[in-house]
């Protein structure tokens, strides 16, 4: 079986002023706070909620 890639996300900007749906997205790829990184599964649905916030994020694959 392959291993799943995964894409590593950091939050670089404050959610401070920012839309509730903006800051639900950036919840649910499970940051909580300024420079924490995670990595979450390249999925379409990770993809869509990366480039909605991609003014708060900086991602590598």
């Known amino acids: 079986m392959s291993e799943l ?3 590593r996300v950091m ?3 404050s959610l401070i002023g920012t839309k509730a749906p903006h800051r ?3 919840r ?3 940051l909580r706070r300024m ?7 390249d ?3 990770n993809r869509g909620m ?3 916030v991609a003014y708060l994020v900086k991602c590598e694959a």
């Open 50 to 52: 990366i480039s909605r």
């Open 5 to 7: 890639k995964k894409i």
């Open 43 to 45: 999925t379409p649905e």
């Open 35 to 41: 420079n924490h990184t995670v990595e979450v599964l």
């Open 24 to 26: 639900a997205c950036v």
């Open 28 to 30: 649910g790829l499970g």
């Open 11 to 13: 939050l670089v900007k």
